[in-house]
């Protein structure tokens, strides 16, 4: 016999929607999760194969996952097919939603960048005067990223950085090769700090929702997992105003099912999340549902250059290779004439910089190539994007997914604060390099287009006020009290941090209001 | 197995539908082992058992891609050329499956390099010597920019330097050199099958 009698209904797998189910499983609450995606058996699902073998010798299949630059051949079965569950967007405004639909989901291949957000972020209009604070302060999320990085078990120095907090870190304790000191030091002359990297490292370097949430959560006998169960909508109790459960349609018989539940956690990724919500028709009574979506811009490979000491393998142990951050550092204690906010580069030494930026080819090419192999230095800009109203999601009805769903059109773009922000950026880094004695070998200031860098973020906000958000300051929904959304929907604002730390803190922090408030009563009718 | 015998075997094989309506029902008899792995079985990818049969290139844009390809990825210390990792080949499959402006791309640039070419000496570029073609690929000795350059031709050998370098460096016979040691590299990584 079916047991259909469940607590909490939690829709999606991965970070978010695993933290909630970590959560609230502890405390005893008995939760359903769904999930669009199939489970994966990694060592079934994966085989090494050279590119040769591949159909396109690794160029991949024209035409497939035209949105997804992260897609090669090799991992094109990874990503969600956009012919299954299309979106639109304006061809002049390009939008790179690029999504995973897996019982763990994006968790399974994020880059494991673990930082946490600061009152830069969360009291931004305060420093600034732009756009809004949110409705908590650093201080009200500490103690939750405290508890998340012991999970993910974050190794990462502790630098006292007001933009960068300190975490709960495995201490990170390695050197620096010559060249990068010699980098570091030219920044700090400049007044920009350098950390090292903060990544979880999890279990093997594997870090997800699938290896560190959901078995605990499935320990606790609290747990039901229903893989491949495509939700359509969410279902109100027309007489409570309360959420009731969720119709979904099996992935592949597309057969229709309902579930029920006493509390409904939403945690879909931002975008699938926000179009849940819009396809049901609730929790937007202050019509800002959908929008104000921002991100990070990237630049990879902004500046390429060669170290000349390194060349022809010359560069004696210890002298290169290894990298850092640097995180935000403009619009601090000064301010900058031409953009809002900042952006923080992802930098490394000791790679080799591709032929295409070499103006040669034949042998000419193979034999610079041959000099310059290991000798070089390469940065990625991640800067922040301003939240904005008019940058938006809605339903196109004139376009449904493989399941008869309506889909999302997708309208945004950068502006003028992000491309000055890029431009200081490279501008920023090719004066290091010179300061260091490097060769510039290529630079560059455009960014991706929105999307790339798969920080969607903020088309459920929360706040302090019903009528300019969509959630209150725990993740509520202020029309559904017993709705509640945890992912990067819920996002004020994105700085120029990866996301990924603050989701599953705001989600083990909603979670255990929710449980406080279930055990009282007052999510009941 | 003798190729006369496996088509004897093959023949003496009863047609699907037939083949089921022979065997038991699963409740009357235990599922059979698989049968033991054919270790010796080896097979031979297409590329070195046949020829390509081209699609997408006329003869002269093919010639003039050959020599592109050879000039852009020769032979160097051991490791194979873009015409030994039959680069050229490929580019037609691969481009006869792309979408419209890449295909348009590929040729302009051919046809308007050897319009440059019979402009300048009166021939193909095929039949260039290398002093001549060296001439028409100063484009490629333009440093680097984000924005492809405007120039027709001057973008497609950009993006032909790209293609011919990866086609080479992801092909069987640069494999193969890697492994005998004779070059680095050669494309390779966890491949994700399809998803049920």
Request: hydrophobic share 40%; proline share 6%.
């Amino acid at each position: 016999m079916a047991d259909t009698k469940f607590d909490v209904l939690i829709i999606g797998s991965g970070a978010s929607g695993g933290m909630a189910a970590y959560t609230l499983t502890k405390k005893g609450a008995k939760c359903l999760m769904l999930d669009a995606g199939p489970p994966i058996d990694f060592e079934r699902q994966r085989v090494n194969k050279s590119a040769h073998e591949l159909p396109f010798r690794g160029f991949g299949k024209p035409g497939k996952l035209s949105h997804v630059f992260q897609a090669t051949e090799f991992n094109a079965n990874q990503w969600v097919d956009e012919t299954q569950v299309p979106y639109t967007h304006d061809p002049k405004e390009p939008y790179n939603w690029v999504r995973v639909r897996m019982i763990g989901g994006k968790s399974l291949f994020w880059a494991r960048m673990s930082f946490r957000l600061s009152d830069y972020e969360f009291r931004a209009k305060d420093h600034d005067g732009y756009g809004d604070n949110w409705p908590i302060s650093y201080r009200d999320l500490a103690p939750y990223y405290d508890q998340v990085e012991p999970i993910f078990r974050v190794r990462g120095r502790r630098d006292g950085l007001m933009q960068l907090p300190d975490g709960v870190f495995i201490e990170d304790t390695s050197g620096e090769s010559e060249c990068n000191k010699r980098f570091i030091a030219a920044a700090r002359e400049r007044g920009i700090p350098n950390t090292k990297m903060r990544t979880s490292m999890g279990r093997g370097q594997f870090a997800s929702s699938f290896n560190l949430l959901l078995p605990d959560a499935l320990a606790t006998g609290n747990l039901t997992i229903v893989p491949n169960a495509v939700v359509r909508e969410i279902t109100v109790d027309k007489n409570t105003g309360l959420a009731s459960g969720v119709n979904f349609l099996e992935r592949e018989s597309h057969r229709e099912m309902h579930a029920s539940a006493r509390v409904l956690v939403v945690g879909a990724s931002c975008l699938e999340s926000t179009r849940l919500l819009l396809n049901s028709g609730i929790a937007n009574s202050s019509g800002v549902l959908g929008h104000y979506l921002h991100d990070q811009f990237y630049i990879t490979q902004s500046v390429q250059a060669v170290i000349p000491e390194a060349r022809d393998g010359k560069a004696p142990s210890g002298f290169i290779g290894g990298g850092g951050y640097m995180p935000r550092f403009r619009n601090l204690k000064t301010k900058e004439k031409n953009f809002l906010r900042g952006y923080a580069l992802d930098w490394s030494t000791g790679g080799s910089p591709d032929a295409k930026y070499f103006p040669l080819y034949g042998e000419a090419l193979q034999k610079a190539l041959e000099s310059c192999r290991g000798a070089g230095f390469n940065c990625t800009v991640m800067g922040e994007v301003l939240p904005r109203a008019e940058s938006e999601v809605r339903i196109n009805k004139a376009v449904t997914d493989v399941w008869g769903i309506p889909v999302l059109h997708v309208q945004t773009r950068y502006t003028s604060n992000e491309f000055n922000m890029a431009k200081d950026a490279i501008a920023t880094l090719e004066e290091l390099c010179h300061a260091c004695g490097w060769e510039v070998l290529a630079r560059h200031d455009q960014m991706f287009p929105p999307g790339y860098s798969i920080h969607e973020l903020g088309t459920c906000r929360m706040g302090d006020n019903p009528k300019t958000s969509v959630l209150n300051k725990w993740n509520q929904s202020w029309d559904v009290k017993n709705l509640f959304v945890v992912d990067g929907s819920s996002f004020v604002s994105g700085g120029s941090q990866n996301p990924t730390m603050t989701m599953l803190a705001l989600s083990m922090r909603a979670s255990d209001y929710m449980a406080e408030q279930m055990r009282k009563g007052e999510l009941e009718a | 197995m003798k190729r006369r015998r496996f088509i004897q075997a093959l023949a003496a094989t009863p047609a699907a539908p037939a083949l089921l309506a022979q065997q038991a029902q699963p409740s009357q008899q235990a599922p059979q082992a698989p049968p033991p792995a054919e270790a010796s079985l080896r097979y031979t990818p297409p590329d070195a058992a046949a020829e390509a049969v081209l699609h997408f290139f006329t003869a002269q844009q093919f010639a003039t891609l050959r020599k592109l390809s050879d000039l852009l990825m020769p032979p160097v210390n051991g490791a194979p050329g873009a015409l030994e990792a039959k680069a050229p080949e490929f580019l037609d499959s691969l481009l006869s499956q792309s979408p419209a402006e890449r295909q348009q791309l590929y040729r302009n640039g051919l046809d308007g390099l050897n319009a440059q070419a019979r402009k300048r000496f009166s021939k193909l570029f095929a039949d260039f010597d290398a002093a001549q073609a060296e001439m028409l690929l100063a484009p490629l000795r333009d440093p680097w920019t984000y924005d492809a350059p405007s120039d027709p031709v001057a973008a497609f050998l950009r993006a032909l330097k790209d293609d011919v370098r990866r086609a080479t460096m992801n092909s069987r016979e640069w494999s193969l050199a890697a492994a005998a040691g004779r070059t680095r590299g050669g494309g390779g990584g966890l491949y994700w099958l399809p998803i049920d």
